[in-house]
């Protein structure tokens, strides 16, 4: 598709009428569906008139907005996004709100299969201005997420590369309260189905949960019970359509499981506690108010 701009102005701020109205009929010939509000953050970010073709010729090319912009919102954040690495969906944030509520003050918190880290930095940003601290880790398989984290997470936070738990300190076995997973779970003949923007600029590794979309998930399961402290939790997001058979994974492996669902976010987490046991009895630890 041709971007067809009118004749460059300079600056770009405030942005005339005409190049704004160029932009959004250039957007949604290509089929963004929130033409005008991206055509506002493309203009907002370009600082030039070749910028601003630059990257209308880029979204229009399929490159995904956020990877466009260096950032996406998230929890009220500007997440780094580099490119190459899994953006953080709206959705996300239903897993996050729920890690924070049962984080507190010196809890030991993983985002386990972080990507940007987006979970973890929303995490810190409820501690943030307080007395109140977290020990904060995020992980993740794939090198470029990792060094996307780093920049979202660090120095408040660790960020560790490698798969799954062994990313992770030897340390943090049994003393983990609160484990966010965000792993892939998407069925491998599903990818095929996403939009040309997720299938073809997003890692495989971050979209491919297997066959069913539940073999990663299975993996943080199996051996969840192992770095949770007692009465520690375990949050995986999932969709709806999957979410009885993560809740059985999780039940399955030794936690009291519960499913959540947001319908304004479209989004479904399910928690997983682990037991406490005294006296010979098994029972649930109250949730954690976050600060």
Known sequence: MVVNLPPPHSPLTPPDVATRTAVIATLRGAGCVFAEDEALLLIDAAQSPSD?????????????????????????????????????????????????????????????????????????????????????????????????????????????????????????RGRVDVLAVNAPYVPTDAIGLMPPEARTHEPHVALDGGLDGLDIQRRVAASARRWLAPG?????????????????????????ARVVRSEDLDATVVVGQAVVVSGGSSRSREPRAAL
Not at 64 to 86: Q, S
Not at 138 to 156: F, H, K, L, M, S
Not at 233 to 250: K, M, N, W
């Open 52 to 172: 601003l073709l630059q990257a209308v010729s880029r979204r229009v090319a399929g490159i995904p907005l956020e990877h466009i912009l260096g950032w996406a919102e998230f929890c009220g954040l500007r997440i780094a996004v580099t490119p190459g690495v899994f953006v953080p969906r709206r959705r996300t944030e239903l897993l996050a709100a729920e890690a924070g509520r049962l984080s507190r003050a010196g809890s030991v918190v993983v985002d386990l299969c972080c990507g940007s880290g987006a979970v973890a930095a929303a995490i810190a940003a409820i501690f943030a201005g307080t007395v109140a601290d977290v020990d904060l880790h995020a992980a993740d398989i794939d090198p470029d997420a990792v060094r996307c984290a780093r920049r979202n997470v660090e120095p408040g936070g660790h960020v560790h590369q490698g798969d799954l738990y062994d990313a992770l300190p030897a340390g943090l």
């Open 232 to 256: 520690g939790h375990l949050l995986i997001e999932t969709s709806a359509a999957q979410a009885e058979t993560t809740r059985q994974l999780v039940a399955g492996a030794g936690l009291v």
